[in-house]
């Protein structure tokens, strides 16, 4: 058995690791379903206003000892309809509103935390998360999360795609397009909030942005970006997790370097090919 | 063969206490091609909103098919204004004209959308009106603006549409496309009616039968001309000597037959004429 496989199946014998692996995995459908939607319908920075907002919920459960997750919850699915009703409302001030609602729950969650007697929580865990450290718990909650995803989108499928693909003639058809708005902001902010706790909010908007756009290039409709999307989110988890093991680096971060590195190989590479196409099509 | 489409009498509609449009009257008749000039911010969005009962005028009535809008929507087919922004979304061609057979009854959760045989067939049908046979599995960014633009108009086709409205088409399209986009829409069946919203003149040189300048009050000509007067309401009048005077004056010679004879309808400011000018 060659060098780095064996490794490999080593790194796999460890609880830790497989529990890693499959957070990665868990995490990296849910990321892909949404993250599809949420590049098409261009939402990517309502969704990173949304993943930062959330540390406002994590301080409130602290200084009020409520239980994090349902508090965390709740605070971020309120934040994003905040958001939604702004974006639909103010359409040419929604980037600042965002922006603002996005400061503004973090520090509020800094401040709160501060205040908090006995207790400091590290910030660094809710940016990068701490995806070798997932207990067999978060592992059913995430594949919960993932099943009712899978689920609603199916369901909503056809009405999601006209919406995503044109919101003017979905009005004009008499489709439910506030309704939509709000349904697909809060899919966004569950799974946010739901994979934060596992691999960190960095990470979580790296897998909503990335595996998508590289799916993008080469779909031929919404669901097979969004299974492409899935499938890159994985090799990136699963090359970023064994590289992680391999140097002994911080998982997160280098879960998305491997995607950033893909990301900007396969950009490059479209650019020389469109360029030397281009020159073909001259000469 | 003069059934009336569309009537709308005296409307208003007003944002925040602004008046977009005022005073506006027209009727339309079964398979009349009518061209809707206007300067961007004249109302013309709006008038089409008003139409498809999006927006409610605060004044007036707006009546399709003689019923309020919003219970004839189905009726509509609609092209709506930048359809085509979505440049790279993942969808192929038979996709997106298969949306237009989207049950209209739709609530969120009753809404159905199927392929069935009968709907891909009546898509194919659709392609084939717009000329775009055999690229039913394209990808839609592999096509040209205007290819683009018919596949959002097959899409409007599926619902069977005895009205076709469409806002400003040809934002996308290269100058020569355009001519052939209007074109294409004077061949569509003669009882299809179609109302096309643009601030491009070269729709003037498609086959409409009839006129309608909006900026903030509709004034309307029927038959396949543009004069100075409309022009003037286009784009304000000119002294001689600027650019824009020349032009206009240049332009309204071009259609002489029209400088000469002033309709009647004119004479009012806003007129609700009926029309002769059939397809």
């Known amino acids: 058995m060659p060098g780095p496989l064996q490794d490999l199946m080593h790194m796999l ?40 907002a959330a540390y406002g919920g994590v301080g409130l459960a602290f200084y009020l000892g409520l239980p ?28 600042t509103a965002i922006g603002v609602l996005w400061a503004a729950g973090m520090a509020f969650g800094i401040i709160l935390l501060d205040l908090t007697p006995g207790y400091n929580v590290d910030l660094m865990s809710f940016l990068f998360g701490s995806i070798l450290a997932v207990p067999v718990q978060d592992l059913w909650l995430m594949a919960a999360l993932d099943g009712i995803l899978i689920l609603v989108t199916s369901y909503f499928y056809p009405t999601l795609l006209l919406f995503s693909f044109d919101r003017e003639f979905a009005r ?35 897998l909503l942005t990335i595996p998508p756009f590289m799916a993008q290039r080469r779909a031929r409709s919404l669901a097979r970006m969004m299974c492409m999307a899935i499938g890159w989110s994985c090799v990136f988890c699963l090359g970023g997790l064994a590289i992680s093991y391999q140097f002994d680096i911080t998982s997160g971060a280098s879960i998305i370097a491997v995607a950033s590195a893909c990301f900007f190989c396969v950009t490059g590479l479209d650019a020389v090919r469109n360029r030397l196409r281009a020159s073909g099509a001259r000469s | 063969m003069s059934e009336e489409i569309l009537s709308i009498s005296d409307l208003r509609f007003a944002y925040n ?3 977009v449009l005022e005073d506006v009257s027209l009727t339309v008749n079964r398979g009349n091609y009518l061209a809707v000039l206007g300067p961007n911010g004249g109302g013309k969005t709006t008038l089409i909103k008003c139409i498809l009962g999006l927006l409610t005028p605060q004044q007036g009535s707006v009546r399709v098919f003689g019923e309020s809008p919003d219970r004839v929507r189905h009726r509509i087919g609609y092209v709506p204004q930048y359809a085509t922004a979505q440049e790279a ?21 009753t809404s159905t959308w199927r392929r ?23 990808n839609l960014r592999d096509l040209s603006g205007g290819q683009r633009q018919r596949v959002i108009v097959a899409r409007a086709l599926m619902g069977d549409p005895d009205l076709l409205l469409l806002d400003e088409p040809t934002a996308n399209i290269d100058p020569q496309g355009k001519f052939c986009f209007y074109e294409f829409l004077g061949s569509l069946p ?35 001309t543009l004069n100075e007067e409309l022009l003037a309401m286009l784009y304000g009048t000119h002294e001689p000597t600027c650019p824009m005077g020349t032009f206009i004056s240049t332009v309204s010679g071009m259609f002489p037959a029209i400088a000469d004879v002033q309709p009647p309808e004119m004479e009012s400011d806003n007129a609700s004429a009926g029309r002769e000018g059939h397809r």
């Open chain 2, 116 to 138: 069935t045989r009968a709907n891909v067939e009546k898509a194919r049908h659709a392609l084939h009106m717009v000329g775009l046979d055999g690229h039913d599995q394209d």
């Open chain 2, 17 to 19: 206490g602004t008046p």
């Open chain 2, 190 to 224: 003669g009882t299809i009616t179609t109302i096309v919203v643009s601030h491009d003149l070269s729709i003037t040189a498609s086959p409409f039968t009839g006129i309608a300048i909006v900026n903030r009050s509709l004034r309307y000509a029927p038959g396949n």
């Open chain 1, 13 to 52: 014998q460890f609880g830790f690791m497989q529990h890693a692996v499959l957070a990665g995995l868990l995490a990296s459908v849910a990321c892909g379903i949404v993250g599809s939607l949420v590049v098409v319908n261009r939402l990517v920075f309502l969704a990173g206003g949304v993943a930062h």
């Open chain 1, 68 to 95: 994090v997750l349902p508090c965390t919850v709740g605070f971020s699915l309120g934040a994003s309809m905040l958001m939604a009703g702004v974006s639909l409302r103010y359409k040419e001030k929604a980037d």
């Open chain 2, 89 to 109: 979304f993942p969808i192929c061609v038979l996709d997106v004209v298969l949306m237009g057979a989207m049950n209209t009854a739709s609530t969120l959760f």
């Open chain 1, 172 to 206: 004009a058809r008499g489709l439910a397009v506030t309704l939509l708005h709000c349904l697909l902001v809060g899919m966004t902010a569950l799974t946010v909030v739901m994979i934060i706790r596992v691999v960190g909010l960095i990470l979580v908007i790296a």
